[in-house]
């Protein structure tokens, strides 16, 4: 215990060593949560997940108490720390409520916290434009004095000189003497120099110098320390690694700042001696002659005009930023990681009807004795009257399910394989409609109980981007589409659906949820994805409305749509479903104050439809086996 309370004090004493650690954690187990692995991952990393994201949160609060304690500490770095703090809280918060199954709250999260980062994000874009226009305000006021300017280079020159001259080199004959070199120099040359450039801002334009013009000896030669010791390493894959490593730390800045430092380039010449070096005039751009000033951070760049530059390189700054923002967030709603699997249960069962049982049982045999003789009026009944009480049992004659196999589930499933039911969002209407309310969750425990199929533990949303993620044979072999407002899909994510039903053979189950726009609008995305197939009405007699349960007529909340369900069929399968009644809400809490047989119908047609789809998606896997 001793032990262990010594090495949690070691660690206090390097607050920015865990910081760092910490933070690579937090952001691989984000990726993996957000992109790699967003279904419910297994017991060890569930663990892992939750390890470091409470990891991260808890380092977020005690930076946060230290913000607030040294409330005279760089105004800056508090910032930092509260940005910082809010994106982790931001995340945590999204986490707990997706791991709750509150999919409003989770979505209404999501969208919330988009919003404050990008107005956190926009602070910071407004911040450093301003650092990067007053930094190159004193360095036309200071091209003037070469003295002045000197001076100012001086005070530093020492450290700086230190740091190139020792530093590389020791790391690198540290790290050859490690067993991995090219590692140890990565984990321990990056890290250190992040906090370097965290904790020495006031350096950064001196070691810009170094990388860019050099430092002069002291016999006015010009050297550069960090090209010699690269030179004298005989390996070069140490010549390229040591180089990279190098130059990452203060890579983010180089662009930033003028390519074409002109006048101080001039007074750097004026102090060393050295007018013609090929570097310098690359650096002053006097290769080609043009004058134009084209950096964005500089206000007296050209295309800013020669009227109100600071209000131009504002706007500038804000829409290039929101530009960014939103590529950045389209393309991160698109990444999905290296794959997504979906996995059927094991088993096996048989396409027939489930057969229902009505047993009449006997409960209590009761004899009146009464006094003939009574004064009190009492109407005897028959002495051999019988109560009864009918229940009605469904008795399962066989597994439900397809194929040979222990117990009930799918001839091509996994032992670890489940149910799962997976909601499709899309844009321009309400995608999440009874989402959050049991309506898809309520369907899933019912699918349970009457297969007697292992199910997931809870249901889940994807984008119709996200379709793209699942291989050929691990597809979701139904995917549910409601709402009661518009659907607006791009070409891309007509692709997806077109290859999700044909190629991978997918199954969407429709579900008007509330309007004859809503059905105006499935109608039309249906004939962008299948324009060769038209709708036709599913007859009641049809598998899908007799297997595992006989309907004997279309169930529905309200007939938004028609009073008949609609199918799209494909090579003798149905690949879309349309129910134009609003089932969903049948299945939710409350059951939208329907009576009980209509929903129980409901569900059974739910039930027939789920294990429509796996079943056939089971009978293609095992003939693509059999072309094997």
């Known amino acids: 215990m001793n032990q262990f309370l010594a090495r949690l004090m070691m660690l206090r004493q390097r607050p920015v060593l865990v910081t760092v650690v910490v933070a690579a954690l937090w952001g691989l187990a984000s990726a993996d949560w957000l992109w790699f692995r967003p279904g419910s991952p297994g017991v060890i990393t569930a663990v892992l997940r939750w390890g470091a994201f409470l990891a991260a949160t808890g380092l977020a609060v005690m930076w946060t108490r230290w913000a607030i304690w040294h409330g005279s500490a760089d105004p800056v770095r508090r910032s930092a720390v509260y940005s910082a703090t809010f994106v982790v809280g931001w995340q945590m918060s999204v986490f707990v409520s997706d791991a709750m199954a509150w999919h409003v709250v989770t979505t209404q999260l999501a969208r919330a916290g988009t919003v404050l980062l990008f107005l956190v994000g926009l602070m910071w874009v407004v911040y ?17 004095d070469p003295v002045e300017q000197a001076a100012d280079l001086g005070g530093l020159l020492g450290p700086l000189t230190l740091w190139a001259l020792l530093f590389p080199p020791g790391v690198i004959f540290w790290s050859r003497r490690q067993r991995h070199p090219l590692r140890w120099v990565a984990l321990g040359l990056l890290p250190w120099a992040s906090v370097h450039f965290l904790c020495f801002p006031h350096w950064l334009d001196q070691l810009i110098g170094i990388a860019r013009w050099s430092i002069a000896g002291g016999n006015g030669e010009r050297i550069y320390p960090v090209a010699d010791y690269l030179g004298a390493v005989d390996d070069g894959r140490w010549l390229v690694g040591i180089g990279c490593l190098l130059v990452v730390p203060a890579a983010w800045s180089f662009w930033g700042w003028d390519r074409r430092r002109r006048i101080a380039a001039d007074t750097f010449d004026q102090l060393c001696g050295t007018p013609g070096d090929p570097v310098d005039r690359w650096w002053r751009n006097d290769l080609d002659g043009t004058a134009y000033n084209w950096n964005p951070l500089d206000q007296n760049a050209w295309y800013y005009g020669q009227h109100s530059r600071k209000l131009n390189q504002s706007v500038a700054a804000l829409v290039s930023y929101s530009f960014a923002f939103a590529l950045t967030f389209l393309l991160l709603g698109q990444l999905g990681g290296c794959s997504e699997i979906y996995e059927m249960p094991a088993g096996g069962g048989e396409q027939q009807q489930i057969v229902q049982q009505v047993k009449v049982q006997k409960v209590i045999k009761r004899k009146y004795i009464v006094n003939p003789f009574s004064a009190i009026l009492f109407q005897v009944p028959p002495i051999d009257d019988i109560k009864l009480q009918l229940t009605e049992l469904t008795h399962h004659a066989y597994k439900v399910g397809y194929g040979q196999g222990k117990g009930a589930g799918y001839a091509g499933g996994t032992n670890l394989g489940k149910v799962r039911f997976i909601r499709l969002e899309y844009s321009g209407g309400d995608w999440d409609q009874d989402f959050g309310i049991g ?13 007697q199929q292992k199910v997931h533990n809870k249901t889940e949303s994807r984008t119709v981007s996200q379709l793209n993620n699942f291989p050929i ?26 290859t999700y039903l044909n190629e991978k053979h997918g199954m969407i189950f429709g579900d008007n949820g509330g309007s004859g726009h809503f059905h105006n609008q499935f109608m039309a995305m249906m004939r962008r994805v299948l324009p060769t197939i038209d709708p036709v009405p599913v007859p009641l007699d049809d598998v899908i409305h007799r297997i595992p349960y006989q309907i004997p007529f279309l169930p529905y909340v309200a007939p938004h749509g028609g009073q008949v369900a609609l199918g799209w069929k494909v090579d003798g399968r149905w690949v879309c479903y349309y129910h134009p009644g609003d089932i969903g809400d049948a299945w939710a809490d409350g059951h939208a104050g329907v009576k009980p047989e209509i929903y129980e119908y409901c569900y059974q047609l739910g039930t027939n439809v789920i294990n429509y789809s796996h079943a056939e998606y089971s009978k293609w896997l095992e003939a693509r086996k059999q072309k094997k």
Request: proline content about 4%; charged content about 25%.
């Open 128 to 144: 450093g434009v301003e650092m990067a226009s007053q930094f190159y305000d004193r360095l036309r006021k200071s091209s003037g």
């Open 473 to 498: 044979g691990k597809s979701p072999p139904m995917v549910y589409l409601t709402g009661q407002k518009s659907i607006s899909l791009s070409q891309n994510e007509v692709k997806a659906l077109r």
């Open 439 to 451: 309506a898809d969750l309520n369907m899933l425990i019912e699918y349970n109980v009457r297969t």
